[in-house]
């Protein structure tokens, strides 16, 4: 069992931060990356021309709110995350998460698993399979390292109606696209800080676009987001291993683990 450093650098963020923000930060990009060789023809994604005033300013106010995320180098929250496929459910997912980060040192643990970028260290714990991958240290990145779509391209050429309204002094920001291409419908629930609360999403199956009757919502819930604060503890690689002879070892609970190198 080989560990892909790759897979796992990519499936951590997009469950966090990325969940929150990426897939908003794409929705231009999506259609070309969903879009293949075996997919069926799709139906052009509605558009409007003459979006109004309005909406381009609660356009514009998500998009300073996904930027400031690129700024939050220290942060600690927890939530929930839960899928559901539409078209079958044994792919349905409900799980907890937590994060913290400092600098570029951080935890994410998904469910059972966990993973840790330290110092001198990128470990994954796969507790279901009692494994532990190891491998040089990879820095954490700032979540926004991709182009934002403008207002104008998410009103007039992705076609999505645009609403915000505020229920006890928390903003909610939807756009709508029933026939968009990949994704429908992405809504986040924020604060005056900047702050996430809630984030729904509805994304197209990647090999039946034109078919919402295979789509996937996904809902985030985020119960602690706490800017400015770093759990510490979760920073620690000797929760995890400890040197032995120049070797890392399993400690604690972990002991029969086994120690996979990348």
């Known amino acids: 069992m080989k560990f892909k450093k790759r897979y796992i650098t990519i499936f951590v963020p997009a469950l966090a931060i990325l969940a929150i923000a990426g897939a908003f930060a794409a929705i231009p990009g999506l259609r070309g990356r969903f879009i293949n060789e075996e997919s069926k023809p799709l ?4 558009s409007n021309k003459n979006p109004d005033k309005k909406a381009i300013a609660i356009v514009h106010e998500l998009i300073q709110v996904v930027k400031g995320l690129d700024s939050l180098t220290t942060l600690s929250f927890k939530g929930s995350m839960s899928v559901n496929d ?9 799980t907890d998460f937590e994060y913290t980060r400092q ?7 998904m469910g059972d698993n966990e993973t840790l970028s330290a110092r001198d260290v990128y470990l994954v714990v796969v507790h279901s399979a009692k494994k532990i991958f190891l491998s040089e240290p990879v820095k954490m990145e700032n979540p926004m390292k991709v ?36 994704c429908r419908e992405y809504s986040i629930l924020f604060d005056g800080s900047g702050g996430i609360h809630h984030v729904r999403m509805r994304l197209a199956d990647a090999n039946a676009m034109s078919n919402s009757a295979k789509d996937k919502k996904i809902e985030i819930n985020i119960d602690n987001w706490q800017v400015g604060v770093v ?3 979760l920073l620690r690689t000797d929760r995890y291993i400890s040197a ?3 070797e890392p070892k399993p400690v604690g609970a972990l002991q029969d683990y086994e120690i996979i190198k990348d």
Do not use: C, F, M, W
Request: hydrophobic content about 30%; charged content about 25%; glycine content about 6%.
């Open 43 to 46: 139906s052009p994604v509605a």
């Open 86 to 94: 539409l078209a079958d459910s044994t792919n349905n997912l409900v």
């Open 103 to 109: 600098g570029t040192l951080g935890y994410y643990k």
């Open 147 to 182: 182009q934002l779509p403008k207002e104008s391209e998410l009103l007039e050429e992705e076609g999505y109606k645009v609403s915000r309204s505020v229920k006890d002094s928390l903003i909610e920001i939807s756009l709508v696209n029933s026939t968009h291409a990949t």
């Open 231 to 233: 759990r510490q503890e």
């Open 244 to 246: 032995k002879n120049g």
